[in-house]
Nanobody, 126 residues
Framework: QVQLVESGGGLVQPGGSLRLSCATS????????IGWFRQAPGKEREGVSC????????YYADSVKGRFTISRDNAKNTVYLQMNSLKPEDTAVYYC???????????????????WGKGTLVTVSS
């Protein structure tokens, strides 16, 4: 069956870094755009960063632009999110998702999302 499994979350101090991984199985990863979304308590799930099936196009939310970097290694069936200069407002459960969509439509509107992971918690606090 299709699975997306996030890992790498944890507790980090403001200004610190964390690298999230999304390991996928059960489908051909290079057919899909992959996105990272996050949801804080009481908030809607929002798109953080998305990457096209080939890795050639990316999208970043304004709130993370310049601090986060998305990448993918289709041969390893894995997508990554490098998170630098973390802020308390980055605290959330982070989810990866797979979609047939452009990166902007996926991240902004959740267009074409077929599969979600179960999430990994990132807590940024001193």
């Amino acid at each position: 069956q299709v699975q997306l499994v996030e890992s790498g979350g944890g507790l980090v101090q403001p200004g610190g870094s964390l690298r999230l991984s999304c390991a996928t199985s059960g489908f051909t990863l290079d057919y899909y755009a992959i996105g990272w979304f996050r949801q804080a308590p009481g908030k809607e799930r929002e798109g953080v960063s998305c990457i096209s099936s080939s890795g050639g196009n990316t999208y970043y939310a304004d709130s993370v632009k310049g601090r986060f970097t998305i990448s993918r290694d289709n041969a390893k069936n894995t997508v990554y999110l490098q998170m630098n200069s973390l802020k308390p407002e980055d605290t959330a459960v982070y989810y990866c998702a797979a979609a047939f969509s452009t990166v902007r439509a996926m991240c902004v509107r959740k267009d074409g999302v077929n599969y979600w992971g179960k999430g990994t918690l990132v807590t940024v606090s001193s």
